[in-house]
């Protein structure tokens, strides 16, 4: 899958599209050495941009390429199966504006779950 091809996806989501229509922030993928920056817009996913720096109130998820292989597994062991289960294991670091984090946890884990399933970015 492309980096066209997946933000294709994240936009014809439903479920994030309700979920996210008021939501505007960067939210930042460090897969160890790799990265990559979503930038939305009341929900829609306006672009995703390969090694490029996040805003100061943007969401940063750091992992690296070990964890973030498990968390992608067809059956991801047990502190890994989800965001909130890999950072309180501490094999996920969350930094940034996290508030957004909080409040639109649902969005980040649709959004991560399509990039999950996707070839983008691969660790």
């Known amino acids: 899958m492309t980096i066209q091809a997946l933000l294709a996806a994240i936009n014809a989501d439903p479920e994030l599209q309700r979920r996210g229509r008021h939501y505007t922030c960067q939210i930042k993928l460090e897969i160890g050495e790799q990265s990559l920056l979503f930038s939305v817009r009341d929900g829609q996913l306006e672009r995703i941009e390969e090694g490029v720096d996040a805003a100061r109130d943007s969401i940063t998820l750091t992992a690296n390429a070990d964890a973030w292989r498990a968390f992608r597994g067809a059956h991801p062991p047990p502190g890994y199966h989800d965001l909130a289960a890999m950072q309180d ?35």
């Open 89 to 123: 294991q501490g094999h996920l670091k969350i930094s940034g504006d996290v508030l957004r984090w909080i409040s639109n946890m649902g969005y980040v884990r649709g959004l991560v779950k399509h990039w999950s399933q996707a070839n983008v970015c691969s660790p």
